[in-house]
């Protein structure tokens, strides 16, 4: 917030000064004094409280509208500013395994699936100028959302994504062949891979080290986050096609040495996740290698507050003097 005319400030002095020449008895109303009272008897006297709080208030709205007053002349003005970038900055594309394996409740009281959510929301709201896609892989793979700066509409969709949404298995080979077909054109100067799955490659027609080889040939990172802990841990799903709710106990002992290879061949760094604080340090990690340097200006934008504290100040105004006229129908 800044002010074009503070000098205006000033002129809240009066308020102190008209109080002090009160006291003085220099600058008050007019005012008779008039006792009326039998032959020895008690003084007339007049008292309502209802009409005394009622002066009280107005007087304050009166001092209140002053305040705005003095504020508007001021002239304030709200400085909102933006970064703007003005080169193009990394790519990373998320590969969201969300098979039912997914659901179990083994990270911090959280599903995989939901702590996988939180954890790209976090990066996400970092805002540092790199663009972010979504592939989600079940039975099959689907791209979700395309590399975008649109952090709304990503996050939205990352929000509405559910587990099961694309069958029960694991196409992690088809999922990270979407994501190096939808960046082996973009003349980003980072591009990247993320990896987010509890398991193994069990769906699909293309296996995951030969998409790794594809991303190496074009200059395509990937980094794996093998998410879940291994034993015996509960699961609970609604299908999203059936709404049938499923609850049980899993079996998780994935085996992760295909995740690690993956990692290994994609030129990248494999993560094994058993906590939501690990899973928040392996992006963190990864936002690290993949960002990129980028140039930006500062843009701002101004919005004055003029028009909107004067009418505030005269509606104010208005309902101290109506209290003053109507209510207690002072006339001078």
């Known amino acids: 917030m800044r002010f074009n005319y503070p000098h205006a400030f000033w002129l809240l002095l009066a308020l102190p000064l008209l109080y002090f020449l009160r006291h003085k008895k220099i600058f008050i109303r007019p005012s008779f004094h ?8 008690r003084a007339f006297s007049w008292k309502n409280r209802t009409i005394s709080m009622g002066y009280i208030v107005s007087t304050f709205l009166f001092m209140f509208a002053y305040i705005l007053f003095v504020l508007a002349l001021a002239d304030p003005v709200m400085i909102h500013s933006k970064k703007e970038y003005t080169s193009r900055g990394a790519e990373i594309v998320f590969v969201l395994d969300v ?19 939180k954890a790209i929301r976090y990066l ?73 799955t509890d398991g193994e490659n069990n769906a699909g027609s293309v296996h995951p080290l030969t998409a790794a080889d594809l991303a190496v040939e074009n200059a395509i990172s990937i980094f794996v986050a093998g998410i879940g802990t291994k034993g015996t841990v509960p699961v609970k799903y609604a299908d999203p ?41 392996a992006i963190y990690a990864i936002n ?26 005269l509606f104010i105004f208005v309902v101290g003097w109506l209290i003053r006229r109507v209510f207690i129908k002072q006339f001078i």
């Open 288 to 313: 690290r290698k993949a960002s990129s340097f980028q140039t930006y200006q500062m843009k701002q934008t101004k919005k004055k507050y003029y028009s909107f504290v004067l009418s505030l100040c």
């Open 34 to 41: 008039l006792t009326v009272s039998d032959w020895n008897g």
């Open 124 to 196: 996400v709201s970092e805002n540092n100028g790199a663009s972010y896609g979504l592939i989600a892989c079940g039975l099959e793979a689907a791209l979700l959302v395309p590399p975008t700066m649109d952090y709304d509409s990503f996050l939205q969709r990352l929000n509405d994504l559910s587990i099961g949404e694309l069958g029960d298995g694991s196409a992690i080979g088809t999922g990270l062949a979407t994501a190096v077909y939808h960046l082996v054109t973009s003349a980003a100067p980072s591009k990247t891979i993320v990896l987010l």
């Open 241 to 281: 096609k059936t709404g049938e709710l499923y609850s049980g106990y899993l079996d998780s002992t994935f085996d992760d040495a295909s995740l690690k290879a993956i990692a290994a061949k994609g030129q990248g760094r494999y993560f094994s996740i058993r906590t939501l604080e690990s899973l928040n340090n």
């Open 99 to 117: 098979s039912p394996s997914m659901a179990a409740l083994d990270i911090a009281t959280d599903t995989r699936l939901a702590a996988a959510k």
